[in-house]
């Protein structure tokens, strides 16, 4: 999918997020697990990689630590206050 000037960046990344992540199938989801929300986030889709793999990868924009922290401060964040949260929640 091309950025074009007639496609503004926000369009870009919804198509690229729908091609490579799966968004609209996350999104409707009532709730996501933080190791799922994790690997969403740093653009990495659960259904194509285990988190295993995922945390050995680095992304255009993070490294492999980034998912680690990231599972770790959400996993805490799910303990700590227990109730259902959406991957808009997460975000």
Do not use: F
């Not at 074009?4 to 009532?30: I, K, N, V």
């Not at 680095?58 to 227990?82: C, F, G, I, Y």
């Amino acid at each position: 999918m091309e950025n074009t000037p007639e496609r503004s960046d926000a369009e870009y990344r919804q198509g690229w997020d729908e091609a490579t992540l799966e968004a609209d199938h996350w999104a409707a989801m009532s709730e996501i697990t933080p190791i799922n929300a994790a690997m969403l986030l740093c653009r990495l889709n659960p259904n194509e990689q285990s988190y295993d793999d995922a945390k050995l990868l680095s992304t255009d924009e993070t490294k492999p630590e980034n998912l680690v922290k990231l599972e770790q401060r959400l996993t805490d964040l799910a303990r700590t206050v227990q109730k259902p949260r959406t991957l808009r929640n997460w975000h």
